[in-house]
């Protein structure tokens, strides 16, 4: 399966969305639901009009969306930012600045962070 990584960025109205593997594919949207759904449909587009000239298209995909922190936590605002530093091991006022964009994380940090979202999503799936 061939992963798309879709770069997400904030605009003065909303988002837009890109990827550098199929260049021309974009979308613009005022909330996070309606950009992923434009998007979704812009590829498909992009990927009839391949099959229309005779291109190769990947038959099994995957949107990877990639946000920075500030971002994410602007989509998903239901995060407590102190809680969340609580449990993943961080500094919640080091976590602060990042959501607001005040600094940016290493790589290492960005993988620390992004690693205890996971594990607290997979916490929530196996609630019952």
Known sequence: MEKIKV???KTGTGYSAYNNSYPGVVSAARSWDELKRQYDE???LHF?????EGENIP?????EFVLDLEQFFDF??????SALAGRIGMNPTQLHQYKD???QPSEKTS???LNG???????LLSVR
């Open 7 to 9: 770069i997400v960025e």
């Open 42 to 44: 812009a590829i498909e």
């Open 48 to 52: 009839e009009g391949m099959a229309e």
């Open 59 to 63: 038959e099994n995909y995957k949107l």
């Open 76 to 81: 998903y605002d239901i995060f407590n930012v």
């Open 101 to 103: 964009g005040h600094k």
């Open 111 to 113: 993988l620390k962070i």
């Open 117 to 123: 979202i996971h594990t607290l999503a997979e916490d």
